[in-house]
């Protein structure tokens, strides 16, 4: 019966996300004016270099539109909207529901990842293949294997953002802490530079951090960099990660509620 | 009436929005954390670049520095002076203006002061630092007029950034379902001007210099500064670009009061 109550709040989340239509469709529009100006940088960069760090220009690009999508399949709404639950005081109520919490809003940001994954998926891949020349999944297997890359980066992605919301327990400076964890994540995720990039020092460090399993990992998959065991190998860290973070969300809620229950009490 | 009182409402009304926010004064260290981070991260993807190739086509890492900072410096002060810009779009649908209408002084002096986001000031310090950090490794020279220059410069850009946004949202006037995402979409095409102007496509460069002038505000002025010949004869409208734009945003914005007024909603 669990089950259904969990879908039926992803549905509902799903509805939600589709009545703002409108700021997602500019939110997309302004992560596009992103994508050009690094598109740009790019290009100058490359030239007479064909190939960087492994890279090609067009696998380059490529990298760009794709780590976009993954980075953007939570919209900011999405991370707040565990925080907010609990600064406007709403936790409580969610305290009587027979389901457990941490596992309810992973299945309304599954909700609303359905919807805006999907939008900002469709508009950011049809412009990446149409006007600059973005290249496919490298294989089959790399396709497939992306996508179970994919649906791991986003068990990291909501495991990390749950951790965070949770903050607002404690503290209510959530805009700022959300900016500053987004802006690390941008960082170490290799949204913004591939990590190949990095010099030794700063890639050992985003190696051993979370974060690369929500851009860096599924993006050189779908490139085919990585493949045969250490594609396995790469799947495995996330899957970890992801057990990780999940079982110190949990924790921390435990906390988090034990403190609660001694204020209302 | 006294020519001095709208000045010293505006300043009244930003020191009672810093008073207000210095109740939380934890927020306004994570707000600034988070902006400098911002700043810091976007920085941290220039130099990367530069490891590895030394040079942003004709522009050294200094020089690029001496743009984003001087980019990042009148953003920080529009922040800090004029947000309440932003909310516009609410106050217009909600009928929030009203209250502003028949105040000495005019609505938009009240609306410009309903938001002074204290993390501007992480904007404008950290930019002030890339740029003087910049500056001091190209060996520019300071004299008089260049430090005159440069304040003129911060000025001018501060001015755009308000001209540009304050078009944005007037118009909320006439197409109130946009919320706030054409103002989005419009600022975050500032974030192009953060880097050489010279290495986007032609229409961008275009968009960027008469349409949406942001490349006023912090690339052609650096342009000047590090006496780089190919913008120069640009860089010197930027008085009157500013001017220009400074007027015609104040006709939008009473041409949309004009028809607010007579809706009378």
Known sequence: MAIRAYAALGVQRAQVALTYRLSLATGILTGLVRILVLYYIWRVVYQG???????????????????????????????????????????????IKPL?????????????????GVLIGIVVATVGWIAFGMSGPATPVAAAAFVASLVLSLMINFAICFLVGLVSF??????????????????????????????????????????????STPVIIYLGQVSGERMWAELAVQAAWIVVMWLAGAAVWRLATRRLEVNGG | ???????????????????????????FVIGNLATVLRQAVGLAFVWVIFERVGSLGSWTLAEVMVIYGLAGVPLGLFELLFNGLWRINGMIRLGELDRFLHRPGGPLLYVMTTDSALHGVGDLVTGLIIFAVGAAQVGLSWSLGSVLFTVGAIVCGTVLHFSINLISASVSFWVVGLRSSLMY???????????????????????????????FAGFYPAAILLDRPETTWIA??????????????????????????????
């Open chain 1, 170 to 215: 404690w503290s209510t400076s959530v805009f700022g802490i959300v900016n500053s964890k987004r802006l690390i994540v941008e960082f170490f995720s290799g949204a913004l530079v591939p990590l190949a990039f990095f010099p030794a020092w700063l890639r050992t460090i985003a190696q051993w951090l979370p974060f690369r399993g929500i851009v």
């Open chain 2, 185 to 215: 979409g419009v600022h975050s095409l500032s974030e192009f001007t953060k880097y050489p102007l010279t290495i986007y496509a032609n229409p961008i460069q275009l968009l960027l210099t008469w349409v949406v002038p942001f490349g």
């Open chain 2, 1 to 27: 009436m006294d020519r001095t009182r709208p000045l010293r409402i505006y300043l009244l009304r930003v020191a009672q929005n810093v008073q207000a926010q210095a109740e939380y004064r934890l927020d």
């Open chain 1, 49 to 95: 270099e064909s190939v960087l760090q492994g890279f090609t220009l067009q696998e380059m690009t490529t990298y760009l539109f794709v780590s976009f999508v993954l980075r953007n399949f939570y919209s900011f709404q999405t991370e707040t909207s565990i925080s907010s639950k609990i600064r406007d005081g709403s936790v409580s109520f969610e305290l």
């Open chain 2, 236 to 265: 010197t409208l930027l008085p009157l670009v500013t001017g220009a734009f400074f007027a015609v945003s104040l006709l939008i914005w009473r041409a949309g009061l004009r028809t607010y007024e007579s809706t009378g909603s």
């Open chain 1, 100 to 116: 457990n919490y941490q596992m309810a809003r992973f299945a309304e940001s599954l909700g609303s990842v359905v919807v805006e």
